[in-house]
C-alpha cells in the first residue's frame, strides 16, 4: 500500500460524548447485517464449487 | 441538554509493518500495551496533545492503550481509547503524538498501527473484527480508501471482518 497524501496540518476536536442509543443500535444492526451477507456469500461460494 | 460530538479526525499517512522514520526509512518494530496512570505525565495539552488524556484513562468504560518503539517504552508514539461493546469495539479517540503529526512527523504509521491493534482485540474478544467509529466528515472518504472501514450513516464508520482481516494480517502476521 502505498503513501497516502499528507495533509498539512491534523487537526482534531473532541467533546466527549458517547454513542447515542440510535447509534449503537444502528451499528448493531449493520454488523448482524454485514454478518448475514457474508455467511450467504460463503455458502454460494461452496455450493458453487461443489 | 446539548450533546456535543466527539469525531475520530486523524490522518492514516501510511499503512507499515511497523513505525517508520520519515527522514531515514528506517523501520522500528512496536509495542502496544495499555498504559497506566504514569504515563499521563507528559500526555497534556501543554506538551502539544490535542486531546485530555488523563480524563480519557479515568473513564470507567474505556482502556487507553499506548504505542511505543520496541526497547524504547517511555516514549508514547500515540494512544487510542477503546471500548469493548456487546457485539464489537468502539473507538473513542486515537492521536499520534505531537512530533508524529503534520508535515514535519517523525514516524509515520502510528494511526494504522493503532488501529489495526483495536481490531486484533475486536478478534480476540470473539467479535470477528468488527470496531466502529465516528469520523470527521471530511475524513470518510480517507478512512474508506485506507482502512477499508464502512460509511453506514452520518459520521458512523465500521470496519468490517475483512477489512480488519487485512489491517490485522499487515501489522501482525508474524
Excluded at chain 2, 2 to 19: A, C, F, G, P, R
Excluded at chain 2, 47 to 60: I, T, V
Excluded at chain 2, 129 to 139: E, P, V
Aim: overall charge positive; charged content about 30%.
Amino acid at each position: 500500500m502505498g503513501l497516502i497524501k499528507e495533509p498539512r496540518d491534523i487537526d482534531f476536536y473532541v467533546d466527549p460524548r458517547p454513542l447515542t442509543k440510535e447509534e449503537e443500535k444502528r451499528i448493531s444492526d449493520f454488523i448482524k447485517a454485514d454478518k448475514k451477507k457474508h455467511k450467504r456469500r460463503k455458502m454460494i461460494k461452496i455450493n458453487t464449487n461443489a | 441538554m446539548v450533546m456535543k460530538l466527539q469525531y475520530i479526525d486523524i490522518e492514516i499517512d501510511k499503512l507499515t509493518n511497523s513505525l517508520e522514520n520519515v527522514t531515514t526509512g528506517d523501520s522500528f518494530q512496536t509495542d502496544i500495551i495499555i498504559t497506566d496512570q504514569n504515563d499521563f505525565e507528559f500526555i497534556t495539552k501543554k506538551d502539544g496533545w490535542l486531546f485530555n488524556w488523563k480524563d480519557e484513562f479515568k473513564k470507567p468504560d474505556r482502556d487507553v492503550y499506548k504505542l511505543t518503539i520496541v526497547n524504547n517504552q517511555k516514549v508514547i508514539q500515540g494512544l487510542v481509547s477503546l471500548s469493548v461493546k456487546a457485539d464489537h469495539v468502539y473507538m473513542h479517540l486515537i492521536e499520534s503524538a505531537p512530533f508524529n503529526r503534520g508535515k514535519n512527523k517523525v514516524y509515520a504509521g502510528v494511526p494504522g498501527n493503532l488501529v489495526a491493534f483495536a481490531c486484533k482485540l475486536s478478534f480476540q474478544r470473539g467479535f470477528e473484527g468488527y470496531l466502529s467509529f465516528l469520523s470527521k466528515t471530511n475524513l470518510i472518504d480517507h478512512y474508506e480508501k485506507t482502512l477499508g472501514a464502512i460509511h453506514t450513516g452520518g459520521q458512523l464508520m465500521v470496519i468490517n471482518t475483512n477489512a480488519a482481516l487485512k489491517l490485522t494480517n499487515k501489522y501482525f502476521d508474524k
